[in-house]
């Protein structure tokens, strides 16, 4: 097994005994962590502070928490006002309305504004399940990555949620994190490294053939695939990119060069996210064949998130595909 | 700030027409711009400069200095040429108005010109900045008002209308709206675009006080202002009723004039008729 030790996973990661917890409990918890430090850290609400966790904070803090109610342009243009009078507000709502509905008031009045604000866009991907389309955001890393000055990030658990909301606070100006409501496995801990910008490798075989890049809950289906390739003599590396803006283009490259194919690894649309990211990076320093694992330009629909994850072609089974695939591709080349 | 008294308003009226002459000269010099609504507002922005905000020119950032926030960044000229007059930055400056390389850009850009406040140009989030603003000085405990200009054509907006609400729900009271009533928009008068009325009552049932004045009689402006800072209890929006154009016979009442620049023969026209107009108020208070 090839996991990497340095990354501190947890220790039951393959045995099927990990706690269950959505990344948007992270959030929660980091929130209140960030309040604690920083006395100029607010909260805004857009009626949803039970589903994004933002009620924690609101219990600890409740004179720096604001219900905006159902107002998500106002609650990114209020934010923009405090983000640059001293303040760093932390705006949360469902992603397909904040940023979505929202994002001119973003673009306008925090990016190009340049004030401190945190945008929190919960109930991304299609593992929201039944609550169906409406409510599951597959765009969002697309409409936040291409905007200038704003860094994105996707944590892959309820661990890795709460750090990147802490280092959110502290890093100036605007930044999107990413969650997710259902409920996914905690296989990071508190010992794994968490460098906003930095990727970090969890898995790597002894002659790896493909990297598998991924974010979000999905990196759990990409060790297991990777495991299960390991099992049939195909060796690949799995990073994990919690960092979408700006990319770790180094690492990106170097693991690139060691493998010869990529495949990404993404709870969006194929287009404009994760896979876009690496893909322009890739065209321009070192094109190496690529896959691409996600939404195939389709909307969801209600349902269980694991049967949704797998009619959508983000299971297991879907990533070990990609990567043979992709190893096809290179001999053809070759 | 003071009560005013005859020779300070007569100072401010002559102060407004100059503005407005510069204001005329850096559209026709940028080539394009709005101008009516600067035209319009004119008296405003020169009360506010020369009387009301509690502000230092030479320092944009001091953190206790009163906030102008404006909404409706289109009229951007009018603030970007009373804000040369006050000291912020030289008269030379205005000719780069929308030119390459410029802190005066097209729609006003905090981060690029200091004492901004904003960046705003999309219509109908200003308010809601102002909010912010608002609530992060309560926050810090500080005095310094928040004015927060808005045209009348962006009330149309619904994010205008959740600042509203909002701003009720937390009694920002040391936040004030002006709302430039000059009943223009891009594509006609706002009654028949989407109509406003009754404005007053709109925003009284949506729990703010309300005042309306004659967006050209600056004494009626300062009344307003010191009778909103006296509301307590809620936020104030003052409706200033203007004219589009003011100063300028052929442009007043003209929504056409909304964005659209000058030829070369109306632009001498206009600084004409503004010279006739500065001679007038000399003349008045003499």
């Known amino acids: 097994m090839s996991l990497n030790l340095s990354a501190k996973l947890e220790s039951k990661l393959f045995n099927g005994q990990l706690e269950q917890k959505p990344t948007r409990d992270g959030y929660g918890d980091g929130l209140v962590i960030a309040g604690e430090r920083d006395s100029n850290v607010v909260v805004l609400c857009a009626d949803l502070s039970e589903s994004t966790r933002s009620y924690k904070f609101q219990e600890k803090f409740p004179e720096r928490f604001f219900e905006i109610g159902v107002a998500e342009q106002n609650m990114a243009a209020v934010a923009a006002g405090l983000g640059v009078n001293g303040k760093i507000p932390f705006i949360s709502s469902y992603a397909t309305f904040s940023p979505g509905r929202n994002w001119e008031q973003i673009r306008t009045t925090i990016a190009y504004n340049d004030s401190n604000v945190k945008i929190i866009g919960s109930h991304a991907g299609v593992s929201v399940g039944p609550d169906g389309a409406t409510h599951q955001m597959t765009e969002d890393i697309a409409i936040m990555r291409?905007?200038?000055?704003?860094?994105?990030?996707?944590?892959?658990?309820?661990?890795?949620?709460?750090?990147?909301?802490?280092?959110?606070?502290?890093?100036?100006?605007?930044?999107?994190?990413?969650?997710?409501?259902?409920?996914?496995?905690?296989?990071?801990?508190?010992?794994?490294?968490?460098i906003p910008g930095k990727a970090e490798i969890l898995w790597e075989s002894d002659k790896p053939r493909v990297l598998i890049i991924g974010c979000g809950p999905l990196l759990h289906n990409c060790l297991i695939a990777a495991l299960d390739l390991e099992k049939n003599k195909i060796?690949?590396?799995?990073?994990?990119?919690?960092?979408?803006?700006p990319l770790d283009e180094k690492l990106i490259l170097n693991l690139s060069k060691?493998?010869?194919?990529?495949?990404t690894v993404e709870e969006h649309q194929v287009v404009g996210g994760l896979g876009g990211a690496v893909a322009e990076f890739l065209t321009k320093h070192h094109p190496v064949p690529m896959e691409f694992v996600g939404m195939q330009d389709t909307f969801g629909e209600s349902g269980k998130p694991e049967e949704l994850i797998e009619k959508y072609g983000m299971g297991k089974k879907s990533i070990i595909d990609a990567v043979k695939k992709n190893i096809s591709r290179v001999k053809i080349i070759a | 700030m003071e009560r005013l008294h005859e020779k300070k308003l007569k100072q401010l009226e002559e102060k407004a027409a100059e503005i407005r002459y510069d204001t005329i000269e850096m559209v026709i010099n940028a080539g394009s711009g709005h101008v009516?609504?600067?035209?319009?507002?004119?008296?405003?922005?020169?009360?506010?400069?020369?009387?009301?905000?509690?502000?230092?020119?030479?320092?944009?950032?001091?953190?206790?200095?009163?906030?102008?926030?404006?909404s409706n960044g289109h009229i951007c000229p009018i603030r970007y040429a009373t804000m040369a007059h006050a000291g912020y930055f030289s008269k030379e400056e205005l000719k780069t108005l929308r030119k390459l390389g410029t802190r005066l850009q097209g729609h006003p850009h905090r981060t690029v010109l200091p004492g901004s406040e904003t960046t705003s140009g999309p219509l109908?989030?200003?308010?809601?900045?102002?909010?912010?603003?608002?609530l992060a000085g309560r926050l810090d405990n500080k005095k310094y008002q928040i004015y927060c200009i808005m045209s009348d054509g962006e009330q149309d907006a619904g994010n205008t209308w959740e600042a509203v609400m909002f701003a009720a729900k937390y009694k920002l009271n040391n936040l004030t709206a002006i709302i430039d009533r000059n009943n223009i928009q891009i594509d006609g008068m706002t009654?028949?675009?989407?109509?406003?009325?009754?404005?007053?009552?709109k925003y009284e049932s949506f729990n703010w006080h309300v005042i309306e004045v004659d967006g050209h009689n600056i004494q009626q402006f300062v009344d307003a202002v010191f009778e909103a800072k006296a509301i307590y209890e809620k936020p104030t929006v003052?409706?200033?009723?203007?004219?589009?154009?003011?100063?300028?016979?052929?442009?007043?009442?003209?929504?056409?004039?909304?964005?659209?620049?000058?030829n070369k023969e109306e632009a001498k026209k206009s600084l004409n008729e503004l010279r006739t107009l500065r001679g007038k108020i000399k003349s008045e208070h003499q």
Request: aromatic residues 10%; glycine residues 6%; charged residues 20%.
């Open chain 2, 238 to 262: 003052i409706i200033a009723h203007t004219i589009p154009g003011k100063g300028v016979d052929f442009m007043e009442f003209d929504y056409l004039w909304h964005s659209k620049s000058f």
């Open chain 2, 124 to 134: 109908g989030s200003g308010l809601s900045q102002a909010c912010g603003i608002s």
């Open chain 1, 258 to 263: 060691k493998c010869g194919a990529v495949i």
């Open chain 1, 146 to 194: 291409v905007m200038p000055n704003m860094k994105v990030f996707v944590p892959c658990d309820a661990i890795e949620a709460k750090k990147a909301t802490v280092a959110a606070a502290k890093i100036w100006g605007p930044c999107y994190i990413r969650l997710a409501r259902e409920k996914s496995p905690v296989f990071t801990t508190e010992e794994t490294p968490f």
């Open chain 2, 36 to 70: 009516a609504g600067p035209l319009g507002m004119a008296d405003i922005f020169t009360a506010l400069y020369f009387h009301i905000l509690n502000h230092n020119p030479k320092k944009p950032d001091w953190l206790d200095r009163d906030r102008l926030v404006l």
């Open chain 2, 191 to 201: 009654e028949n675009i989407m109509p406003l009325e009754s404005l007053r009552d």
């Open chain 1, 235 to 245: 060796g690949t590396i799995v990073l994990n990119c919690h960092t979408i803006k």
